[in-house]
Each structure stands twice: as C-alpha cells, then as structure tokens.
C-alpha cells in the first residue's frame, strides 16, 4: 500500500484507501512539490480524475476512521485537516493546521499515525539523545498544549 508507483510522469506514493473503500489519497509530485491528491476508487477510471487536496505541499495523507477528514503533513512540519464533508473526497473543505509536529516532512518513512478515534496522532520523530536506547515520548492531552 506504500509503495511509489509511476503513473506516467506522475510519481505517486503513500496510497491509502478511505475507509468507505470508494476513495484513494495520495502525494505525488509531478513536479518538485509534492501535493496530496484524491482518486474515486472506480473501475475505468484513471490517475486523470484526480482531485488536488492541497496547493502549498503535502505528504502522508491518513484518513479519519470515519472518512470525513483526511490528515497529512504540510512541507513545514504542520499537521493538517481537510474536512470531507459526508466521506465525499470529491467536495473537500479547507483544509486547517492542527499543530507543528517538530518533524521535518519525509516520504522515505511513515511519520504519522491517527487513533482509531480521530483524536489522537502517533509521531514518529528522531529524540536526540546520548544513549543507544531512545525512549518513547508520549503527548497526552495535546489540545490542551495549543492554548499556550
């Protein structure tokens, strides 16, 4: 499911079905930027009916556990919410920064994770540490932080 596919000039990666089964997101980036994009998953129908989630950048698109939010990292670290209004792909809201994630964006590894609740993210980043054992850092209640 993560595996970059080359569809034309298109190199896509981070595919991830929504949870209806009727939708695909993606980043790709036909150019130096790579965007997140939706395809509807429907037999005869190609990477040229995609719909551009994003117009600044994006990676690692994840999907709510009820489909009607798709998450993904901007290029600046910020994780992001578009609001997808019934678990229609093909009517996305604007999208809105949840938080600054620390992370610096990369399509080499999953960085990020969502609860099966929609409300919790699982982070993936580097802990600077002289150890060989980097612990595990977990952020409760981080809504609360965003008040600061």
């Known amino acids: ?5 080359v569809t034309g ?5 981070e595919m991830r079905f929504s949870p209806n089964g009727k939708w695909i997101a993606f980043h790709a ?30 990676i690692q698109p994840r999907w709510s556990h009820d489909g009607t939010e798709l998450f993904y990292l901007d ?15 093909g009517k996305p809201g604007v999208a809105q920064a949840l938080f600054r994630t620390g992370l610096n964006p990369s399509s080499a590894m999953d960085q990020i994770a969502v609860s099966a609740d929609g409300k919790g993210f699982l982070l993936r980043r ?7 054992e980097a612990p595990v ?12």
Do not use: H
């Open 1 to 5: 499911q993560d595996r970059a596919v």
């Open 9 to 13: 000039m298109l190199l896509t990666d």
């Open 29 to 58: 980036a036909q150019k130096a930027t790579p965007e997140v994009y939706v395809i509807p998953f429907t037999p005869g129908r190609t990477s040229t009916d995609r719909i551009q989630i994003t117009t600044a950048g994006g």
């Open 75 to 89: 290029l600046t670290g910020q994780l992001m919410a578009v609001p997808i209004p019934g678990g229609d792909a």
């Open 126 to 132: 580097p802990v600077e540490s002289d150890d060989n």
């Open 137 to 148: 850092q977990v952020v409760l209640n981080w809504r609360g932080l965003l008040k600061r």
